[in-house]
């Protein structure tokens, strides 16, 4: 698959990334190393595709995507927040993002922590930064969408319930779901309906791209179990067997492999149910939720 709309896209947020970094490093060059490690943290690889989802999102609410570069990636640093604390020894304890070390290895467990403090309060920055021809209502939706979708009502949420599975030998389905619905599934949803909110799009465009989101959300986590076991180091980027090491809960271990696969093929044909109207920005949609099934990293 060749996803050429998305290999544009993460050119042009990654130029974005860099000119949003600059303009930091100008204001304060005293805080050079923590700056240094937000660009590596940033620009270590990723193929953008919560910030292309909300570019995406836009683009179907008749907005043009120049118009919302800086909210999209103020999305990518507070998902690159996310990763940084998500690796730290008292999370996951990972050695490798993205085919590197991760931030505590490169710097220290001190300054990784503040690493991703910074990307996070940068990242809401950006999403506040005014954009010419929206409304500022719209925007304040989008953000607080966003904030919502990070908070202890998403993103953390969900993290916390991940932390206390790894304690518990009574944790099931129920639980799974509400993991990953709030650590995964909320940012992917945030990022899509943001950009939708940014285009003053109709309730109906909100229905069906929420629906989508929904769908995506649960694909991309089935499919990222998967590949925890299936995957290689140098294909993933990052040690394979977190999962199991950390006893976490996942599809696999509840399902097995073949019927994750399955459920993972039926939320991906739900996706395309949803945005099947919307022309060649849909068929991008389309397209992402079609390469979830085939990624190997």
């Known amino acids: 698959m060749s996803l050429e709309f998305l290999k544009e896209y993460e050119i042009i947020i990654n130029e974005n990334i860099k000119f949003n970094l600059d303009k930091i490093r100008n204001l304060d060059k005293s805080q050079s190393s923590i700056i240094d490690g937000m660009e590596y943290a940033l620009l270590s690889g990723g193929k953008r595709i919560r910030p292309a989802l909300c570019i995406l999102g836009s683009l179907i609410g008749g907005l043009e995507k120049s118009k919302v570069l800086n909210f999209a990636s103020g999305i990518e640093f507070i998902h690159t927040y996310s990763l940084v604390h998500d690796d730290l020894p008292g999370m996951d304890n990972d050695s490798l993002r993205r085919g590197k070390p991760t931030c505590h290895l490169k710097y220290s467990v001190g300054e990784a922590i503040l690493i991703g403090d910074s990307l996070l309060t940068h990242g809401i920055l950006l999403l506040l930064d005014s954009i010419d021809g929206v409304r500022l209502e719209n925007q304040i939706k989008a953000t607080r969408l966003m904030l919502e979708a990070i908070g202890l009502l998403g993103m953390i949420g969900g993290q916390s319930a ?124 389309s397209e992402l939720a079609d390469y979830l099934l085939e990624r190997r990293k």
């Open 162 to 285: 991940d932390l206390k599975q790894e304690k518990s030998c009574d944790c099931g389905l129920k639980e799974l779901e509400y993991i990953h619905k709030h650590k995964t599934g909320k940012l992917l949803e945030g990022a899509l309906l943001s950009g939708a909110l940014l285009a003053n799009s109709s309730e109906n465009i909100l229905n069906d791209l929420l629906g989508y989101g929904k769908s995506f959300g649960l694909a991309f986590q089935i499919t990222d179990d998967i590949l925890d076991l299936t995957s290689s180091v140098e294909e993933l980027g990052k040690p394979i067997g977190s999962d199991l090491k950390n006893e976490k809960l996942t599809y696999l271990k509840i399902f097995g492999a073949k019927k994750a696969k399955e459920m993972a093929f039926l939320e991906v044909k739900e996706c395309k149910n949803h945005i099947s109207k919307y022309g060649v920005y849909g068929n991008y949609l």
